[in-house]
């Protein structure tokens, strides 16, 4: 079983979803594995999803009938088989080092839940003056104590950058509806 499962949900992503795959076919973890939940795509995503599990035995695909973000997630933690569950979307790119990285943190620190990172807004000359301000905050966040007291302000973590623990995931009963966005529910809960 592999220590890690990257899950990504992808939905008509043909355009990024190359990019964003080849990023974590370049991780330094030698343990992981990808869990690509198709959900129900109309256009090439489920054909380059297949042609990456077919070069790289570490992806799996999972095409499931068209539910949205929250209904791939969920679909997707029950295949994945690793004890930590890095997130990422179809349209994100990840460094090199992150999942090894994020892993020793969770692994050397039981009482950790959940594990981020700093982000980068791409390609750089298309970010607004708005979103880069959203990205300086974000990445200003660097202390449990920074997060827990911005937690009600906005989402304090980037959901695609984080890695948590499956069976903590599982027992919060995954990503839920509630009207607002589901990392942020996740991380109030």
């Known amino acids: ?22 990023t974590i076919a370049s ?31 570490r992806f799996r695909v999972l095409p499931v009938e068209h539910g949205g973000i929250i209904h791939a ?14 997130r990422m979307d179809a349209d994100d790119r990840s ?14 620190n039981p009482e950790i839940s959940v594990v981020s ?5 791409f390609p750089a000359e298309d ?6 301000l959203y990205l300086e905050w974000l990445n200003s966040l660097v202390t449990h104590e920074e997060i827990i007291t911005c937690r009600f302000i906005e989402s304090p973590v980037v959901h695609p950058s ?6 903590e995931l599982i027992e919060l009963g995954g990503y839920q509806e509630h009207g607002w966005a589901e990392d942020y529910d996740l991380w109030l809960r």
């Open 1 to 22: 079983m592999p220590e890690v499962s990257v899950l990504i949900p992808c939905y008509n992503c043909e355009s990024t979803i190359d990019n964003a795959l080849q």
């Open 27 to 57: 991780q330094d973890h030698p343990d992981f594995e990808a869990v690509l939940v198709d959900d129900g795509s109309t256009d090439g995503t489920l054909a380059k999803l297949n042609a990456w599990a077919e070069m790289d035995a």
């Open 73 to 86: 997630l969920n679909e997707g933690i029950k295949d994945c088989r690793g004890d930590f569950i890095a």
């Open 95 to 108: 460094y090199p080092t992150r999942l090894s990285k994020q892993a020793q943190v969770l692994r050397e």
């Open 117 to 121: 990172c700093l982000v980068d807004g």
């Open 127 to 132: 970010v607004r003056m708005g979103f880069q």
């Open 162 to 167: 984080t890695m948590v623990r499956k069976a």
